[in-house]
């Protein structure tokens, strides 16, 4: 009785790890009523290999090595579904690893982080230690030869079987019908090797379309704009969804309204629209890089190799027209070497932006006083400015809430400082999906008064100003389908009548029916829009 206990703990183990599924939202009682072929094989193979002594010794290990990598990828896959609606590629996320330690770090602490990963490694190993165990216990099953040349050709036919339905999901052959059973781990990591070859091939080949740049040999760009700066402000997770979801439009529909009337006021003109982002819900840098270099930079291997392509970004031919080229980016608080190739003559990290108030945990500094300060801090020049703002007051965990305060006092640190130890602790707001929405309402309304409220402050040879998001939210919080955000260009009225080609709606509010156009083909219709002889 104890050893058919053992045998069917250890059966239950290698059926759990094959069923577990690799999305969010799907872990129910149903996946248990799959039967996944490939658990024939796994503990028949081991009936069958168990004869040999040497074959009991290193194949259930070895095996439970490769489980543990299939354990790994459908929680890998889990977490960046939950967070940026996509599956884990190891070729092009490891470096997620650190930046989401440093995400995690403002929430719960250093020792929190540590304690995390801690506990990670254990899991891990306790893992494996249970499903070399769970093996091991198969394998040494005292059985007949005939017995065990009997499951070794049953667990052949079940592999061949999980094999061929791998291959029909993944379209590789066409069957007559479907073969028994499921297989939908062989799927998944057949799919994924796929992938891995494919990410391979793209990344060679999206180096090439790099190297292939319209602009590369242009000049006289951007007279049109005239005296005028250029600023480039980013909304931090700031998506369609304050359009759309019922949740947020009635708050965030109403500030743009507001802000609309106050930028008219000041005697500029607006055209909103959307534009399609290559993440959703993190990575913000990809669609940076994705709006600089006219380049679809969906990963970041895509986003590696267009910075070693020698490509002319935005910002490269805007100091080539004769503009100085300015980053401020108060989220960065490490060093980034890789602005070097963007184009950018001044940069304003964290450090650089004199913030001496209290931080709003992750988040360094809040949106009013980066925009209130920045000026100051650039200084004089007698040249235009082409300036990107990367704003973080709606970056998650979307706690302490910032409030706005007096614009003549808004470049003060020590203002914040209520604000910044108010509210409930990151822990407290992830503790329910409702509250987390919540938050994320406050966090974008406010952002969105700090961009707009600055925009509407410009004086009679105010800049052309872009405000937009950089991508929606995470699944969780946007409750909408697509990566599409608000653009709102703000100007003199005889510059936005350059882009009434585009078809944006006049205004903050950007029609549902307006066409999306991916973030990649920005640079090339902005150059066109405000260059002599290039049409709009």
Known sequence: MRRAAGLAIAAALLFGALILPNRPGTMSLSVAAQFPLEFLVLILGMVALGGWVWTRRFVPPVTAAVLLIVVFVKLADMAMFAAYNRPFNPLLDVFLIKAGSGLLQGSIGTVGVVLAWIGAVIFLVAVFVALWWALGRWARITARRSTRIAAGGVATICAALALAGAGQSL?????????????????????RGTDFAATAADLTAFRATASADPYGDAS???????????????????????IDNPLYAPTHIPTLRAAEAEIAQAGLSMRSGWLGAPTAGGQSWLSHGTMFSGLWTTNQGRYNAMLTAGRRTLFHLAAE??????????AITIAWPESSLMGFETILEADDMGYDGTGF??????????????????????????????LISSHAPWTPVAQMVAWDVAADGPVYNAMANAGPT???????HDTVRDH??????????AAMGFAARQGALAPLILILGDHPPAGLVSQIDGV????????????????????????????????SHRMDGFRDRFIAAFTTGLGG
């Open 220 to 242: 006289g760009l951007f007279d049109l704009i005239g005296d005028r700066d250029v600023l480039i402000i980013y909304i931090e997770s700031y998506g369609r969804t304050s």
């Open 171 to 191: 379209k590789w052959w066409d069957l007559p019908q479907n073969p028994p059973g499921t297989s939908f781990t062989t799927r998944l990591m057949l799919g």
């Open 484 to 515: 599409d955000v608000p653009a709102h260009l703000i100007g003199p009225a005889d510059l936005l009548a350059r882009i009434d080609g585009w078809g944006w709606t006049p205004g903050l509010i950007p029609a549902a029916d307006v066409p």
């Open 361 to 390: 945990g992750w988040v360094t500094m809040p949106d009013q006083y980066t925009l209130a300060a920045f000026p100051d801090l650039i200084g004089d020049d007698p040249r235009r400015d082409f300036i990107q703002i990367a």
């Open 440 to 449: 994320y309402r406050q966090s974008i309304d406010y952002s969105l008064q």
């Open 321 to 330: 027209a004769g503009f100085r080229t300015v980053a401020v980016m108060p």
């Open 426 to 432: 990151p822990r407290e707001v992830w503790s329910d």
